[in-house]
């Protein structure tokens, strides 16, 4: 484990963006497959891999830049390290981004899925508020802390590690018709 730790420090000096996206897209598919495995309970035989697909497309070319990207903007309206910052930066990250972010994937999951755009509004009326406060419960501490104690390009790293829990509700939410 120590090895493969280090294995990801050196990518992650040398890469930080490409590591950041694979890992986003990754672990969003673990999330989904979790989502499926223990929380639907499909079995294999039923499991969707279709549906992991397009769940890991969503990590890679919408959760890690985009995540990646609000944190550089969110080191460069608030410096320091501080936690008078580090509280500045979760409330700017879950009261401004956060909402917004929710919002996104949630409509461009349903767009995936194939919903019409009223089916995916209706179902952004019925899910998105649930999801929001879900966020509202498990993110502000992991996010105070992760301002606070991890370097910038080690921090969507650790919001992916304790994401693949939060993806797998995610996943459920997004793909529950």
Known sequence: MAGLW??????MTKYPWTVQIVTAGS???????????????RGLANH????????????????????GSWYKVLDRLVVGGTKSAAMKK?????LGFAPCFLGAFLCLSGALNGLTV??????LKRDYTDALISNYYL???????????????????????VAVGWNSYLTWKANKM
């Open 27 to 41: 672990l969003v598919g673990v999330g989904d497959v979790i989502s499926q495995q223990l929380i639907e309970r």
């Open 6 to 11: 280090r294995s990801y420090q050196v990518l």
């Open 90 to 94: 979760m409330l700017l990250d879950q």
């Open 139 to 161: 993110w502000p501490p992991v996010q105070i802390a992760n301002f606070y104690f991890i370097p910038l390009h080690h921090r969507l790293a650790v919001v992916q590690v």
């Open 48 to 67: 969707s891999v279709r549906r992991t697909a397009k769940m890991m497309s969503i990590g890679f070319f919408f959760v890690g830049p985009v995540i």
């Open 118 to 123: 009223e089916e995916n509004v209706n179902k």
